[in-house]
């Protein structure tokens, strides 16, 4: 594409000066004297036809980035990426995958930032590379970094190049990050631990509780930390197993799962199948996080589950408010057929 002309319009003196260069490359979008794919002129034009230091004008190319009308192309220069949009804010969301609980925080946030923010939705899937090669290839081009990690290696070095104010954990509260950034997480091990006290009675029924804790969990060890914690406590006989066995699958046996594809219920529930057992008599279930299949499931499922629409909302009036906010999430029980 041919660079654009750009006219010298004036300074406009009630804005902030690095905002009349965003204002001057929005005003030549909207009037078509730059199209899309336009490369912008270099700094030392723009320094030329507008009057303004090269750091005023970085601040405003980076302004123009971060909300998604331009993009940087490495060592050629800028491009009309889109025209402007009244939105304020430009979200980068990164998740580790898809899945109805995913879904329904994904949602939440969207409805709750409709009208004032872009949200582009990326996935890891675990993948350390991938996951340091989005955020990097991504530094300028957002408002507010919304992340999930859960992955294998340690992701702090990567999470730390985001300044404090744009970044927003969710879910994991990862240690060794720098600043005062906002973190909306899951307290595995206190969430477990007071969700299992909250059904002791019915715990009480059975001879010995059983916790399936997948090795590849990356929260395995504080959910194996508040189960120990609780069994200690109470004096409940415990097992902890990283898959369904069927040999060691017993009458009397209440299982705590918290697979993430739900493998483990359906694998506990065709066992009980097998063998004649009834569904929160002759053997417990409780699982972690709800779904609309637990609710139906064999009569109903007992959830440890956290309220990833209050982790949305959470998210969002951290953005909107512009405030830095550390929060546990909620988590609640719900007590179904198969306790």
Partial sequence: MQTALLENNGPTTHRMKYMQLVDHINRLVESDQ???GDRLPSLKQLEKDLGMSKETLLKGLN?????GIIESVYRKGYYVKKKSVDHTYR?????????VMRDRFYHTLFDELRDMADVDIYFHHHNFKVFENLIRENL???THFVIATFLKEDPSEVLNLIPEQKRIIIDYNEPKLEGEYSCIFQDYEHDLFDGLSQLKDRLSRYKKLVLIAPHEATHARHVVDGFLRF??????RYAIEHEVEAGSFKKGNAYITFSRYD???VALIKLARGKGYKLGKDI?????NDTAVKEILEDGITVISTDFEAMGKAVSHAIINRETT???NPTRVIVRNSL
């Avoid at 302004?63 to 909300?67: I, M, P, S, T, V």
């Avoid at 979200?91 to 899945?99: A, G, I, P, Q």
């Fill in 326 to 328: 550390v929060l546990r």
């Fill in 140 to 142: 300028h081009n957002y």
């Fill in 63 to 67: 302004h123009l980035l971060e909300k």
């Fill in 91 to 99: 979200v980068f969301l990164l998740l580790d995958k898809m899945n």
């Fill in 284 to 288: 417990g279930l409780i699982s972690y």
């Fill in 231 to 236: 069994c200690m406590e109470h004096g409940y």
């Fill in 263 to 265: 493998t483990d219920d």
């Fill in 34 to 36: 730059l199209h899309i």
